[in-house]
């Protein structure tokens, strides 16, 4: 059964953690290579589909006085994230991050976690270059997530996705929960394609995959 997105991690959000850490591989290592792999003088981070801050567990580990702009579709996970970082610098916004405005010059970083691989290539490259924009001279753009080794699982994972949309009559731009990952050297090329001309590959474990851009 297809559901809509945020309703299905408002379902979740009981054990979500647990579930990532435990069940999802790659994803414990992945959180902490992330906060190794900000730039070391990192003051404003932005969190593009924070959920429950796993991610930023660890970035507050080392960088305890971080300011952290987040953007997530459901309020049972921000609920989740203000109950567990009270004290800390937290601008927290329920709402789509492809129509949310980041502004130009504003983060040292930009991360995200288990978030993108929703979504397709043009949609993608649309907010890469806004998150460009929106990182300071020598900020990075880290993304840890689910992608697949070829484009033929990727096309393969699409054409299911349209399948079960078009069966279930879900309107075009209604976000459901489905995963379309893209191939690794298809979200390396988008990343180029947006701007960024140093493109690391930090981790591959499972299909887990963590990404490092960073702007000149």
């Known amino acids: ?21 435990n069940d999802v591989v790659g994803c ?15 003051r ?22 971080l300011r952290v702009t987040g953007i997530d579709m459901t309020e049972e996970m921000l609920r989740a994230l203000r109950e567990k970082h009270p ?36 949609q993608k490259l649309g907010l890469y270059r806004r998150v460009f924009a929106a990182l300071r001279p020598g900020g990075a753009f880290c993304n840890g997530d ?8 990727e096309e393969a994972l699409a054409r299911e996705a349209a399948r079960l949309r078009a069966e279930a009559r879900v309107p075009e731009g209604v976000f459901v929960h489905l995963d379309t990952p893209l191939a ?3 979200e390396e090329a988008l990343l180029r394609q947006a701007g960024f001309a140093n493109v690391e590959r930090l981790l591959r474990e499972g299909n887990t995959t963590l990404l490092r ?3 000149d």
């Open 1 to 21: 059964m297809i559901e809509e997105m945020s309703a299905f991690f408002a379902a979740r959000v009981e054990g979500y953690d647990e579930h990532m850490l």
């Open 28 to 42: 414990r290592e992945g959180y902490a290579r992330l906060a190794q792999a900000l730039p070391a003088d990192a």
């Open 44 to 65: 404003d981070v932005l969190d593009l589909g924070c959920g429950t801050g796993l991610e930023l567990d660890a970035l507050f580990a080392r960088f305890p006085d």
């Open 87 to 122: 004290h800390k610098a937290l601008r927290l916004i329920r709402g789509d991050y492809f129509a949310c405005d980041f502004g130009r010059g504003a983060f040292d970083a930009v991360v995200s976690f288990e978030s993108l691989h929703h979504f397709p290539r043009a």
């Open 146 to 153: 689910y992608m697949v080794e070829t484009e033929e699982e």
């Open 184 to 186: 690794i050297a298809a």
């Open 213 to 215: 851009a960073e702007r």
